[in-house]
């Protein structure tokens, strides 16, 4: 923005957008369909806590709203990151390769199971994992040995799993990546917490590897105030998931026996109720979304930005819009004028290269990382 016009325009749309709001948030729950109704139920029927039929009623809504054989609800996208790395068999002291420019949780779940997570670039238009950094790291810096893993030349570990995060909803190159790890016998978990509603090729993310996950914390698409859920079409994985969450209870009418170190991890009812009403409205919620991209998109075009689109073929649920500026200075210029008008706009993360919990990690130099960083920044996109 040389002169800054253009900003101030983008903001009066935003509030033309979004009217009459003191704050205009990043994104906003919407509750305008059977939530009051689900949750008195569960306040009538005393069933608020682990026990309930909306846990299992949700969990079915987004089997099948993703084509997925199996889905096992937890109390947040954390938690359910944690347990499908557990799930996909990392251990301690196995590496775990990622993007480096994403939400904390990604790289926290990984140091959840001790292990180290390998911070990779990403992609300039999908602002995702890119596939060629993924392809040059694994060219450059890692073989398959005798015993059929993948190891990290240089720290001499297991490389044993690989966890793309679909940004905004955006997919990532899903098949290419899926089939890169394949060929390295390294095991895909999707971070799909921001793409519940995104499409790659026809198929919903989140279901191109072993496992993939979901949050419905209060900003995503979706929300239980917090949750989050784990996908599989494995059959032994998804009972091992119920288990494992359940603090690995053998099922039995009043005996309390554990069969190993199990985790408080399950949704409770009242949560997944908010889940069933929710995911009565997901469809709209999506269209009302993609209406939303439409005129920033329209907008960007006519006045010179950068509008983060949908990447090929992706239909992305646009869970939040953004856009790219030309500079560091350009961002910070903007970020300032919206937040003081309330208007809460966000840039993207920081590095988890740059963390000081994740300071040691290794990572690629992360260039587009740190390009996209200091350029993209979000707007107000929740259904409205
Ligand atoms: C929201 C989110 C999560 C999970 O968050 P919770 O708050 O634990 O539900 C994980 N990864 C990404 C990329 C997210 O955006």
């Not at 993948?150 to 955006?170: D, E, L, Q």
């Not at 599989?232 to 603090?247: E, N, Q, S, Y």
Request: contains cysteine; charged residues 20%; proline residues 3%.
């Amino acid at each position: 923005m040389k002169s800054g016009a253009e900003g101030s325009e983008l903001l009066s749309l935003i509030q033309s957008l979004y009217p009459n709001r003191d704050v205009i948030a990043l994104h906003e729950p919407v509750f305008r369909g059977n939530e009051e109704k689900y949750l008195l139920d569960c306040l009538k029927t005393t069933l608020v806590s682990t026990i309930g039929p909306y846990v299992s009623e949700f969990e079915k809504h987004i089997a099948n709203f993703t084509g997925s054989k199996f889905a096992i609800a937890t109390m947040n996208g954390t938690s359910a990151l944690h347990m499908a790395l557990m799930l996909a068999g990392v251990e301690r002291d196995d590496e775990v390769l990622t993007q480096g420019l994403t939400f904390v949780a990604t790289a926290n779940a990984i140091s959840y199971c001790h292990a180290k997570p390998v911070f990779l670039d990403s992609d300039l238009s999908n602002l995702g994992l890119s596939l060629s950094a993924l392809q040059i790291f694994l060219q450059e810096n890692t073989e398959v040995r005798d015993n059929g893993f993948c190891y990290n030349k240089m720290t001499n570990r297991r490389i044993k799993a690989c966890v793309p995060m679909h940004v905004f909803g955006h997919a990532v190159e899903i098949d290419a990546i899926a089939e890169i790890c394949a060929k390295n016998n390294i095991e895909l978990v999707e971070d799909a917490a921001e793409a519940l509603g995104s499409y790659y090729k026809g198929r919903h993310l989140g279901t191109f590897g072993k496992i993939g996950i979901f949050s419905f914390n209060g900003n995503k698409i979706v929300t239980t105030g917090g949750g989050g859920m784990i996908i599989t079409d494995d059959p032994a994985l998804a009972k091992l998931a119920k288990h494992l969450t359940t603090t690995a209870k053998v099922p039995h009418s009043w005996n309390f026996s554990h069969d190993q170190v199990g985790y408080n991890y399950r949704l409770p009812n009242i949560n997944a109720a908010l889940g069933c009403a929710q995911m009565e409205k997901l469809g709209e919620f999506i269209r009302n979304k993609q209406e939303t991209a439409a005129v920033y998109r329209e907008f960007c075009l006519k006045k010179g930005f950068n509008f983060i689109d949908e990447p090929v073929h992706c239909r992305s649920n646009f869970w939040l819009c953004s856009l790219r500026l030309p500079d560091k200075a350009s961002l910070e210029e903007f970020l300032e004028k919206a937040n003081a008008q309330k208007i809460m706009a966000r840039p993207l993360w920081n590095l988890m290269s740059e963390l000081p919990a994740f300071k040691g990690c290794q990572n690629d130099g992360l260039k587009n990382a740190k390009y996209l960083r200091d350029r993209v920044v979000s707007l107000p996109s929740g259904v409205r």
